[in-house]
């Protein structure tokens, strides 16, 4: 089946780690997405990409950092300088370009802080 | 992307229709309108959207001012399944791949 995994579903960090999600998709999409959602909260763009080894940074980028070396891999690593990495982390992709550009969406990461 | 605005919370009794608000009054000529719904602690999924005309497909209808500065989703016979935040996005049709702005949502309660 097509679409988007995310792993893992739950990840622990200790104080001062790096910890590394990952996304990957096989729906050939060009765009992929990274958000962040606290609880009770809309989601929140971190990170962005459109295309293979270029990507943007989205509204709350600090802390985090991203790679797209492959099309079907967008992995994000939230860095020690994130003080308050607990939340609930969401990767999408979307087919660039197209008038039906919808976004289809991992089943997420929750991350949580020893 | 233009922005958009919903209200927090809305209840619906079960078999009956949901109607659920969007405000967009800042949308321009091409931008589109999209709706996704995200249960508890999954990722969100798309409903469906729409540019001027009203839209229907299996999940819900898609109603939209004949100014487009607002819209209306509609779930015409709500389930207990149905319970979810829905999110109301505005995006342009050439945006390819840009800022998708997600708001805070409505919060729709389906009661038994």
């Known amino acids: 089946d097509g679409g988007i995994t995310q792993s893992p579903k739950y990840l622990f960090r200790k104080e001062g780690q790096n910890v590394t999600l990952s996304c990957e998709q096989n729906l050939n999409h060009d765009a992929m997405y990274w958000y962040r959602q606290d609880p009770g909260q809309g989601l929140r763009l971190i990170y962005y990409?459109?295309?293979?080894?270029?990507?943007q940074k989205g509204d709350i980028a600090e802390g985090y950092s991203v790679s797209r070396e492959k099309k079907e891999s967008f992995p994000l690593t939230v860095t020690s300088a994130q003080k308050n990495p607990t939340a609930f982390y969401l990767c999408?992709?979307?087919?660039?370009?197209?008038?039906?550009?919808?976004?289809?969406f991992g089943s997420g990461t929750q991350l949580s802080v020893l | 992307d233009a922005k958009t605005t919903q209200p927090p919370s809305m209840d619906c009794a079960e078999g009956r229709a949901a109607n659920l608000p969007c405000n967009h009054s800042t949308i321009s000529g091409n931008e589109y309108v999209y709706w996704y719904r995200q249960i508890h602690s999954q990722g969100p999924q798309y409903i469906i959207h729409?540019?001027?005309n009203n839209e229907t497909n299996e999940m819900a209808s898609l109603i939209i001012t004949e100014d487009r500065k607002s819209s209306t989703l509609i779930l015409p016979h709500a389930t207990l399944r149905d319970t979810a935040v829905y999110y109301c996005i505005v995006r342009g049709q050439y945006n390819q791949g840009g800022k998708l702005i997600f708001g805070q949502g409505t919060e729709l309660s389906v009661k038994p």
């Open positions: 990409s459109q295309i293979v080894n270029d990507f």
């Open positions: 729409g540019l001027k």
């Open positions: 999408a992709s979307s087919d660039r370009g197209t008038t039906n550009e919808k976004l289809f």
